[in-house]
């Protein structure tokens, strides 16, 4: 599926997602010759598109080329700049030379005890996430890392839950759930691995590519006979974050009415397609 839209709906049973009809994206490559694809995908989808383009290109068999890490980066500052402290009501912060500079001169804090002395100028979003959050509230359960790239539901497919293991991360789940909080520090540890190099390699295996997006692991499947496609299926972060009772779905519901349009709920997920949210409408 290539989602392209989708709303949630807050009813009497609590929040429901329903998708717009999927991006007609076999028509648009199917028969094509293998280039034009590997140049269209990145295209499409233009919000990764170094991540679509390496995807592409190994699964076709190819090298997938560079830039994976610099697009993370570079998507992860500009969330920590702009598009989080805006979702929050705070003005957007300088966007630093070294983005290093987010993660404090000392780097991430080993735990929670940390964050108040923890010296950075993301810091400040902290105390603003904290304060529109009580522990455990906006929050899902700890699901399951995708068990085969291609696989469609529930599944922690972020940022996040690609550096769930951080101690910092580990610290703030025991204490607030997978909730705001942990979604955005767990940003700035993803940011602190791709600066490092250690983001989980671009991998090939019976034409699957599996690739690091800034949104999580995106994969792709193109099958070609005589050099034009003949088969594509994809799957994104956003598939998985918007399945029925994923991680979305699951932290609104515990969401107060007043709260059910808070940007910075959305923003912290960062679907990669316009979400709609409202209420249903009550005869």
């Known amino acids: 599926m290539s989602l392209r839209a ?19 994206l076999e028509a648009l490559v199917l028969g094509r010759p293998i280039a034009e694809v590997v140049e269209l995908l990145p295209r499409i989808f233009n919000l990764c598109r170094a991540a679509q383009g390496a995807a592409a290109r190994l699964s076709l068999g190819f090298a997938p080329g560079d830039g994976l890490e610099a697009e993370t980066i570079r998507d992860h500052v500009l969330k920590l700049c702009i598009t989080l402290p805006q979702a929050f009501g705070s003005k957007p912060l300088a966007i630093p030379a070294d983005p290093a500079a987010l993660l404090g001169p000392e780097g991430l804090p080993a ?42 539901g529930a599944f922690e497919n972020s940022a996040a839950g690609r550096q769930a293991s951080h101690p910092l991360l580990r610290s703030v789940e ?12 767990g940003l700035l540890a993803d940011l602190e691995a791709a600066l490092q190099g250690r983001l989980p390699p ?11 997006a800034a949104r999580g ?67």
Request: glycine letters at 10%; a negative charge; one cysteine or more.
């Open 111 to 152: 735990d929670l005890a940390g964050l108040p002395s923890w010296e950075s100028p993301a810091a400040a979003l902290v105390g603003l996430i904290s304060d529109s959050f009580a522990p455990g509230v906006a929050c899902c359960a700890e699901l399951p890392a995708p068990v085969h790239p291609l696989a469609e």
């Open 202 to 212: 671009p991998k090939v295996e019976d034409g699957v590519a599996t690739v690091p």
């Open 217 to 283: 692991s995106y994969a792709l499947c193109l099958r070609q006979t005589g050099g034009h496609i003949t088969g594509i299926v994809r799957r994104t972060p956003t598939d998985h974050m918007l399945a029925p009772g994923g991680a979305l779905v699951q932290s609104l519901r515990s969401l107060r009415p007043a709260m059910h349009r808070h940007a910075g709920v959305l923003a912290l997920h960062d679907p990669c397609v316009p979400v709609t949210v409202r209420e249903a409408a009550h005869a």
């Open 174 to 185: 025991a204490s607030h759930g997978r909730g705001p909080l942990w979604r955005y520090l």
């Open 6 to 24: 989708a709303t949630v709906t807050f009813g009497e049973q609590g929040p429901v997602i329903e998708a717009a009809p999927a991006l007609p």
